[in-house]
């Protein structure tokens, strides 16, 4: 059963070990995170490319670039990304993939988005490093039990001092959030419990992504918001994604 991730790209822009995990090959962060199915959002700065065969967009949040590409492989996905100009704030699901010089994110879903989406995703993404960063801490110290933060500290060589400049960076990021934002979602519908109880009476069957938007739409929220709750519901390990466009209860 596979979750969404949400790392900075400052922190996966350091990853270069693959594992394997739970089934699924995974890239492994210096802050014991497994990245394959990853959440991320950011300001799309640059394309290049031929919107015809592969275009690779650079994504930044403020820790970095994530790199990624679409191809005509996935002509959907690489007429999506292509269609959106520079500058734009830009979430996207997709699969990490490790590169001759750095990893790179294959889309699944790309949707142009709004400043709060990318304030929320910051908030929640510091959160999550804030957690992995206590499972090393703890481990160095001799406590807990965390295999793949014991992986990290082997691979990387991890010591409290990069430990430290970990937490600087996920510090830093969110220093661009205005001084009163909070991760508060809007009152009123709870989407996420929303989406769950539909995806519970699918069953083992799952239900179609565009059933969901369109029952988000019903409770008056657009796909984006859909897309971004799904991409929790998928972090957190409620549900999982059989396949390309079905989301299944876990």
Do not use: N
Not at 63 to 86: D, K, N, S, W, Y
């Amino acid at each position: 059963m596979e979750a969404a991730a949400r790392v900075f790209a400052g922190e996966l822009g350091k990853a270069t070990r693959g594992i394997h995990h739970l089934g699924e090959d995974c890239l492994l962060t210096p802050a014991g995170a497994c990245v394959h199915l990853v959440y991320l959002v950011g300001a799309l700065t640059s394309m290049s490319g031929d919107a015809r065969t592969a275009v690779t967009a650079r994504i930044a949040d403020p820790t970095g670039v994530f790199l990624v590409r679409a191809t005509a492989r996935e002509p959907e996905m690489l007429a999506a990304l292509a269609g959106i100009a520079p500058p734009a704030f830009v979430a996207v699901l997709g699969y990490a993939e490790g590169g001759r010089k750095e990893p790179t994110v294959r889309p699944l879903s790309v949707a142009q988005v709004d400043r709060a989406v990318r304030d929320r995703w910051l908030v929640r993404t510091a959160d999550r490093t804030a957690a992995r960063l206590e499972a090393l801490r703890a481990r160095l110290r001799g406590e807990g039990d965390d295999p793949l933060a014991d992986e990290a500290i082997a691979v990387y060589a991890v010591t409290p001092a990069m430990v430290e400049e970990l937490r600087a960076m996920a510090s830093q990021a969110l220093e661009v959030l205005p001084a009163a934002d909070t991760a508060a979602r809007s009152p009123g519908v709870d989407l996420a419990a929303v989406l769950l109880a539909r995806l519970e009476t699918g069953g083992r069957e799952g239900v179609p992504m565009e059933d969901l938007v369109a029952l988000g739409a019903k409770e008056g929220f657009s796909k984006v918001e859909v897309e971004e709750a799904l991409a929790g519901l998928l972090e957190e390990g409620d549900c999982y994604m059989p396949r390309r466009g079905l989301i299944r209860i876990a």
